[in-house]
């Protein structure tokens, strides 16, 4: 069941549909902490960026917006050409276009392979295919979209470590593929967790995905989020 996103006299309005509001919520005793990479992109200076899908970009964002040494979480659209990098085009799951999260980080305080496994521990369900939750479509499905060389061969070797390891009752289906371009989404996407925390959709699928961040990950979660400021 997707949502469904349009404006009426300039304000958002998002409707889903009862499957999502009867999903259960996800508590933090539910989930794990998958292993940490045995390889990691080495330690560069200056700011530097990660792009993954992982569902609804909503709870994606929302999470790492509350991951110490990040600095900025843009919800987004990658996979497919800028032309039809609008929610309404991307919806329709013919664009090649997967909802991201483009997530700027400082790697002085954390890597990209901590990235990846906080991503594998609480932002999804990475044995899903084409789907999220109560979401689904190819624009909902898992992936890595490696920014070069190295972070394709940090994620590669981390899916199958953690699939070596059977960290999870079943293979990952998260793709890794080539950055071709990050197109941000509509204002009234960003940091849409936080300033709609009792959007029935956000109280069941994505607060507890933070709250299985503080549970699992407490030296680097921030109760304080990085938030775009984008005025919706």
Known sequence: MNKIGFLVGGTAILAIGA?????????????????????????????QTAVLSGGCFWGVQGVFEHVKGVTKVLAGYSGGEKSTADYETVSTGTTGHAESVQIT??????????????????????????????DTGTQYRSEIFAANPEQQ?????????????????????????P??????????????????????YIVYNDLPKVEALKHLFPSIYTAQPHMTGIKS
């Open 19 to 47: 499957m999502a509001l009867r999903a259960p919520a996800l508590g933090a005793e539910d989930v794990h902490v998958v292993p940490a990479p045995a390889l990691d992109v080495k330690t560069a200076t200056g700011p």
């Open 105 to 134: 980080y400082d790697p002085q305080q954390i890597s990209y392979g901590k990235l990846l496994q906080i991503f594998f521990s609480v932002a999804l369900d990475p044995t899903m295919k084409d789907a999220q939750g109560p």
């Open 153 to 177: 061969k940090v994620a590669a070797a981390y899916i199958a470590q953690l699939d070596a390891a059977h960290s999870f009752n079943a293979p990952i289906a998260t793709r890794i593929d």
């Open 179 to 200: 950055l071709h371009g990050f197109y941000p989404a509509e204002a009234y996407h960003q940091d849409f967790l936080e300033k709609n925390p009792d959007y029935p």
